[in-house]
C-alpha cells in the first residue's frame, strides 16, 4: 500500500509490502520522480565479538538516468566515492539505534532506482533506509530523519532543491530522532558578490574626483557559532516533524520484533576490586602511555600478567573477562580526572593544546609541502599543481554533464601511523571520509576562478588524536607554499565531551584515548572570522544547545590559537619557484586567434614543440591560456603569441581577401607603435587583471605592463584589491622596449 506523507517541503510516498517481501524489513521511497527501495537483511546467528555487525550499502543505478555505464564494464561495479559517503552517513546516523548487545550480522542495501535531478538523494536515501529498519523485525523503535539546512538570500531554508542549493551559502546535514540529534556535517559556501565601490575605497592614494567602480569579490561565507545554532535548531525542529509523522505511519504497519538474544557486557566485580587492589598503578602508567599512542599495549601487558596470578587461575578468569574488567577500569580512571579532577591523561587542561611545530617546502622537488605535528600526531601534506587535462572528472546521478573536479584531497593513513605491521591497501570509507572533511573545509577559501588544478595530499606519519584536523592545517600551509592564493587561512581543532551525572567536560583537541572513552567527538574546521567545516557524531542520547554551544566557543579558542602559530609559519614560507608549473591566461582579439592557430595548425604546433608547452584556444572570447613546467618558457611563449597577434593579419577570416588587402580590398597598413619617454607620465585605462599584475591601455592604444609589485610599496597578494577593470589610472613609463611597456603606478 502507498502511504503519502508531506514534511519539510516535500512530498515522500512510501510504496509498501509491494517489492522485496522476503527481507528483514522493506520501503520503495519515491519523492517526485526520484524512486529509492530501502532493505534490511539479518542472519539468525550472532557473531563473537561484542559489537553491531552493521553494513550499510547505498549504489546508485545508471539506468535511473537512462544511461548505460562507461568503460570496458558494462555494469555497475566498485562504488564511487559519492556512493561511499552517503554509505557513511546512513550507517552513521543508523548504528546508534541498535539495542545494546545487538551482534547479529545486519546489512542495509539502498538502491536508487530512477533520479530526479532536483532531490537530495541523502535525504531521500537516509530516509527510506530508517523507514526499512523501523518496519523490520529488528528492535529498533525510533525513526530518523536526514534534513539538508541551507541559507538562501538572508533565510533559512529547509530541503532545498540541488538547483538552490547551488545558490545558497550553507550546506548543512542534520540526521536524528525526535528527541535527540545523531549527526551533523556542515560546510560553507563560498561566492562572488558584486560591489559598487569609489575607487578611493579600492586605493586612497587614486583621484577622488574619478567616478565609482563595479568590482566583484570572493566571499568565504564562513558561519560563527551563534549562526550554526540557529541552523541546528531549525534542522531540529524539521526532523522532530518529520519523525513524528513517520512514526504515527509507520508503527501500526512495525513488525513483530524478532526474539533475539544480546551479548552481555563482560564485568566482574571481584575482577575489578582485584585490579583496583594490586594494579592500580600499572593502569595509571599505562594511561600515561597511551596519551603517547594510540596502540594499547601497555595495557595488553597488564592483563597477562593477571591472568598468569595464582588467583586468576584458581577462579579460572578468561582472557575476554579480564580484558573488559581492565579497559573498563582504565575507563572509570579516565573519566574521573576529566570530570573530578579536571585534568586529563597526559596532564592538560581540558582547553589545552598539545605542542605544534610546523616545516614547509621540505621536500624540493614537490610543488608544495608542509609537515605538521601536534602531539603525537603528524600530517606530511603535499599539493601538485596541474592545468584542466589534469582534473577528476566523475559523474553524479543528479548532473546531466560530467564533472570536472579541480581540487582534490587525498588522505593515506598507513598502519605504521599507529605502530600497527599492516598491508598498504587502496583507501576505505575512513579515509574517503577524512578527506572530503578536509576538502569541504578549504575549498571556501580557494580563488573560485582558479586556473591550476590542485591536488592535496595528506600522508599520515603519527597519529593520536584526529588526523583530519591535522590534515586541514598542513593542507593549508602546503597550499600556500606551493603558490597558491587563499582568502584566508583555515585551521581545524577536534573536540570531546564526557558526561557523569549532572557534571560534563568539554575538551579541545583530543587523543585517541579520549575519543574512545569519551561521550562526543566533533571536529570544527575555519578562519578566525567562522566555521567553514563542521562534522559531529553524538554517542548518547542528545546534547543541550547550552552545552552545544560551550563546546563550540571552546573551539572558537583553540582554532584562534592553531591559526596564531600557522600565520606565523606562514610568514616564513620561501615558495619553491622553480619547480612550479607556470599557467597563463590572456585575451587577443578574436580574429588573431587564426593567425596563432596558422595553416592547418602549424604555427600553433611549432610554438608548442618549440617552448614545451600546452596550449587552450577559445575562439569566441579571443582567451589564450598558455601552460608548462617552465616559467621562463611559458612566458617567452607568451611573448611569441602576442607578437604574432601585432603582426597585420594576411588572410584571416576574410577568405577571398588578397593578401596583404583589407577587406575593401585596398593595402592594410600596420598601426605604429608609439614610443614614450622614460618616467612620463600618462592616464591609462586598466584592461586585463591577471595574478602578477595589470595591463594598462595606454594613449595610442596600446597596452602596458603595471607588474604586481609596482602597485603598492608593501607586497599585494591579489592584484584584484587594488585595481579594476576599465578603472582610469596614472602611470609612469619605467621602461619601453619595442611594444612591450614597463609601468609603475604614480602616486
Known amino acids: 500500500m502507498e502511504y503519502k506523507i508531506i514534511v519539510n517541503n516535500q512530498e515522500e510516498i512510501y510504496d509498501l509490502g509491494k517489492v522485496a517481501k522476503q527481507a528483514a524489513g522493506a520501503a ?23 559489537f553491531v555487525p552493521l553494513t550499510v550499502q547505498y549504489i546508485e543505478k545508471t539506468y535511473a538516468v537512462g544511461k548505460i555505464p562507461g568503460g570496458y564494464f558494462k555494469r555497475e561495479t566498485k562504488p564511487g566515492d559519492f556512493e561511499t559517503l552517503t554509505s557513511r552517513v546512513i550507517d552513521r546516523s543508523l548504528r546508534p539505534l541498535f539495542p545494546k548487545g545487538y551482534a547479529y550480522p545486519t546489512q542495509i542495501t539502498v538502491f536508487v532506482l530512477s533520479c530526479d535531478p532536483e532531490v537530495d538523494l541523502q535525504v531521500a536515501a537516509l530516509n527510506a533506509a530508517s523507514a526499512a529498519l523501523y518496519l523490520s523485525d529488528i528492535p529498533v523503535n525510533k525513526a530518523v530523519a536526514g534534513v539538508r539546512i541551507g541559507y538562501i538570500n538572508g533565510e533559512y531554508v529547509v530541503n532545498p532543491s540541488n538547483s538552490a542549493l ?16 545523531l549527526m551533523i556535517e556542515m560546510r560553507s559556501i563560498a561566492s562572488m558578490e558584486t560591489m559598487n565601490l569609489p575607487l578611493m575605497a579600492i586605493d586612497p592614494m587614486l583621484d577622488p574626483t574619478l567616478a565609482e567602480s563595479v568590482i566583484s569579490k570572493q566571499s568565504v561565507n564562513e558561519f560563527d557559532e551563534d549562526a550554526i545554532l540557529v541552523a541546528i535548531d531549525k534542522a531540529q525542529s524539521a526532523i522532530t516533524e518529520a519523525t513524528s509523522a513517520y512514526e504515527a505511519t509507520f508503527k501500526p504497519l512495525k513488525k513483530e520484533d524478532a526474539v533475539l538474544d544480546y551479548k552481555q557486557d563482560l564485568a566482574s566485580d571481584s575482577i575489578f576490586a582485584y585490579v583496583d587492589e594490586f594494579y592500580k598503578e600499572e593502569v595509571h602508567n599505562a594511561i600515561n602511555q597511551m596519551a603517547k599512542s ?28 579480564v580484558d573488559s574488567v581492565v579497559n573498563a577500569y582504565k575507563k572509570k580512571i579516565v573519566r574521573e580526572m576529566i570530570i573530578e579532577k579536571r585534568v586529563r591523561a597526559d596532564g592538560r587542561k581540558l582547553n589545552e593544546i598539545r605542542p605544534i611545530s610546523i616545516e614547509t ?4 622537488q614537490a610543488h608544495g609541502s608542509c609537515l605538521f605535528t ?12 596541474g592545468n584542466d587535462k589534469d582534473a577528476q572528472m566523475y559523474d553524479l546521478l543528479t548532473e546531466k554533464n560530467t564533472i570536472n573536479d579541480t581540487f582534490m584531497v587525498n588522505y593515506n593513513f598507513p598502519g605504521f601511523s599507529v605502530g600497527e605491521a599492516t598491508p598498504l591497501r587502496g583507501p576505505g570509507r575512513r579515509e574517503l571520509g577524512h578527506g572530503n572533511l578536509a576538502r569541504r573545509a578549504l575549498e571556501p577559501v580557494l580563488d573560485m576562478n582558479r586556473l591550476q588544478t590542485i591536488r592535496l595530499v595528506s600522508e599520515i606519519l603519527e597519529s593520536n588524536g584526529s588526523s583530519s584536523m591535522a590534515t586541514i592545517c598542513g593542507g593549508a600551509l602546503a597550499l600556500k607554499a606551493a603558490g597558491i592564493n587563499l582568502e584566508k587561512l583555515v585551521a581545524g581543532i577536534a573536540m570531546g565531551l564526557v558526561f557523569e551525572g549532572d557534571k560534563h567536560a568539554v575538551l579541545s583537541d583530543i587523543m585517541g584515548l579520549e575519543d574512545h572513552d569519551g561521550d562526543m567527538d566533533f571536529k570544527v574546521a575555519g578562519t578566525r572570522e567562522g566555521i567553514t567545516a563542521l562534522q559531529m557524531d553524538i554517542k548518547l542520547g542528545g546534547i543541550s544547545r547550552d552545552v552545544l554551544k560551550e563546546a563550540l566557543y571552546q573551539a572558537k579558542e583553540g582554532r584562534a590559537h592553531i591559526l596564531g602559530l600557522m600565520e606565523a609559519a606562514n610568514q616564513e614560507i620561501v615558495i619553491n619557484n622553480a619547480i612550479l608549473p607556470k599557467l597563463e591566461l590572456f585575451s587577443v582579439d578574436p580574429s588573431k586567434i587564426v593567425d596563432i592557430i596558422g595553416q592547418a595548425g602549424k604555427t600553433i604546433r611549432e610554438i608548442i614543440e618549440r617552448f614545451e608547452v600546452s596550449i587552450d584556444l577559445d575562439r569566441e572570447k579571443g582567451e589564450v591560456k598558455i601552460a608548462g613546467e617552465n616559467k621562463e618558457k611559458v612566458e617567452a ?19 577571398g581577401r588578397e593578401r596583404g588587402g583589407d577587406r575593401h580590398g585596398g593595402p592594410r597598413e600596420e598601426k605604429p607603435v608609439p614610443t614614450f619617454v622614460q618616467d612620463e607620465v600618462v592616464d591609462g585605462v586598466v584592461k586585463r587583471i591577471v595574478d602578477f599584475g595589470a595591463f594598462i591601455e595606454l594613449p595610442g592604444g596600446i597596452d602596458g605592463l603595471l607588474h604586481v609589485s609596482k602597485i603598492a610599496d608593501h607586497r599585494v597578494d591579489k592584484v584584484s584589491d587594488y585595481l579594476a577593470l576599465e578603472q582610469k589610472v596614472r602611470v609612469k613609463v619605467l621602461k619601453q622596449t619595442g611594444n612591450k611597456i614597463e609601468l609603475g603606478l604614480e602616486r
Open 361 to 364: 617546502n621540505l621536500l624540493p
Open 294 to 321: 594510540e596502540r594499547a599495549s601497555e595495557l595488553g601487558k597488564i592483563i597477562k600478567k593477571i591472568l598468569c596470578d595464582e588467583v586468576a587461575v584458581l577462579e579460572g578468569w578468561s582472557k575476554e573477562l
Open 637 to 655: 611563449a607568451k611573448e611569441h603569441i602576442i607578437q604574432i597577434t601585432n603582426k597585420p593579419s594576411f588572410g584571416g577570416r576574410g577568405g
Open 374 to 385: 601536534r602531539g603525537q600526531t603528524q600530517a606530511l601534506a603535499v599539493v601538485t599543481l
Open 28 to 50: 520503495l521511497l519515491k519523492i517526485k520522480n526520484t524512486v529509492i527501495l530501502a532493505t534490511v537483511a539479518r542472519d539468525d546467528s550472532q557473531v563473537a565479538e561484542n
Open 166 to 181: 547551488k545558490t545558497s551559502t550553507l550546506d548543512l546535514y542534520v540526521a536524528g530522532t525526535k528527541e535527540e540529534l
